[in-house]
């Protein structure tokens, strides 16, 4: 696990009972790190009459919307959904079982094909990702997606789609790469990674080699704010040098366990969205909870958190950055900023603290205010407010339409201003 974790929580927390929708060029199910061996393949189905089905290992649901229904050889999708949710249960050899996991091992995929027959990293994309993509994981389970894909700078309709879906479906999360164009400076956010409501993942080193500094961020990853000004990316993960699943050609029976590295924010968006999946496990597993809260609180009880919950949380969890890698001239402070969003997610941050979590409504022009007591000078208290916007047109003055405030007081009057201290 890429989650920075060595906590007794997350011996616990694997995926199990999650279900990841991903869209990519394509998923090579004769991976060990996918392979069903009982069952063979999911079938596969456009997105008008997609299918699911639980008893598959891995894959639930293939929706083949542009290709042949697999990946090219050492294919994007492959390896992004290795680092998702890959598991190698078995192989011919039996020399690699259990050797690599993925972020969310025990998670399943439902899988979104937008790879072409026309090669590598080659995409067709729905016209409606929220009608396409996402509809059709959210009917196999999914209630988190991730996409590292994308193009262009401006809010278009791909964000709107985007906006929408998490609007009207505010029970799904959904992730997006920021992009690579960070050698050019401010304002490279992709679309639709740039829409309001979606995550956007920055990219940090691994650390895997010796020059590299895992407290920097990439030398390629896009930068924000969006051309609106709007602050992005949100979060930053690991993703450059990142060991994951090989795939073997488009129409290879190859049963390997192979791996290979790539890099990119296409590679850091599902470490994050595992993370994600982690902390959706955090609050549906009964079992989690009856070992390990305190049956005192009133709603000691699992249940299914919120989109803007798992935001709030992965973005509280971030870890501050120290360095742009390869720009000297960049000069990081305390996140929030637009190189790294709010600094690399590190779930130990917040599963090892006391959570107070109010998932409640505002009306216009009104407030919420709480009272927090600390018994110590020395506790850290951080709060975070996150919410799903409505979508707005391409050509708006201001795509924000809930303009909501967040203001902290200590008992000396300061105060302090939600990302502007």
Request: with cysteine.
């Amino acid at each position: 696990s890429l989650s920075g974790s060595t906590s007794p929580i997350f011996s616990n927390l694997n995926g199990s009972g999650v279900i990841i929708g991903v869209s990519d060029t394509g998923i090579d199910e004769n991976s060990c790190y996918f392979r069903d061996m009982e069952h063979g393949k999911v079938p596969r189905a456009g997105y008008e009459d997609a299918v699911f089905d639980l008893k598959y290992r891995k894959v639930i649901q293939y929706v083949n919307f542009s290709g042949s229904g697999g990946d090219y050889a050492s294919g994007h999708g492959s390896h992004v959904s290795g680092t998702l949710a890959g598991y190698c249960q078995y192989d011919s050899n039996n020399d690699a079982k259990n050797l690599y996991k993925g972020i969310a091992s025990a998670a399943k995929l439902a899988f979104f094909d937008i790879g072409t027959d026309t090669g590598e990293q080659t995409l067709t994309i729905p016209i409606d990702l929220g009608v396409g993509i996402f509809g059709s994981a959210y009917k196999a389970g999914a209630r988190i997606h991730s996409n590292s894909w994308g193009g262009g700078y401006s809010f278009d309709s791909t964000c709107i789609d985007t906006d929408q879906f998490m609007y009207e479906n505010q029970d799904f999360l959904i992730l997006f790469a920021a992009g690579n164009s960070g050698s050019s400076g401010i304002e490279t956010i992709l679309s639709p990674s740039n829409s309001k409501n979606a995550i956007t993942v920055a990219c940090s080193n691994t650390g895997h080699t010796a020059y590299q500094n895992i407290d920097k961020i990439s030398y390629f990853s896009s930068q924000g704010p969006t051309l609106d000004g709007r602050m992005k990316p949100d979060i930053t993960a690991p993703g450059n040098y990142i060991f994951s699943a090989k795939a073997s050609s488009e129409h290879s029976y190859d049963t390997t366990c192979a791996t290979t590295t790539k890099q990119g924010t296409s590679m850091a968006t599902p470490v994050t969205a595992g993370n994600a999946a982690l902390l959706y496990q955090y609050f549906i597993d009964d079992h989690f909870w009856a070992a390990s809260c305190n049956p005192n609180h009133l709603f000691c009880k699992p249940f299914a958190p919120s989109a803007s919950l798992l935001k709030a949380l992965l973005l509280q969890s971030g870890k501050a950055l120290t360095g742009y890698d390869g720009n000297s001239a960049v000069h990081l402070t305390d996140p929030p900023d637009v190189y790294q969003g709010y600094g690399r997610v590190n779930l130990d941050s917040i599963l090892n603290s006391h959570l107070f979590v109010d998932q409640s409504y505002l009306t216009e022009l009104t407030k919420n205010t709480y009272s927090i007591q600390l018994n110590s000078s020395n506790v850290q208290l951080k709060v975070t407010l996150c919410w799903m916007d409505p979508p707005n047109e391409a050509f708006s003055a201001k795509y924000l339409l809930h303009d909501l405030d967040l203001v902290v007081t200590d008992p000396a009057g300061n105060i302090f201003y939600g990302n502007s201290f």
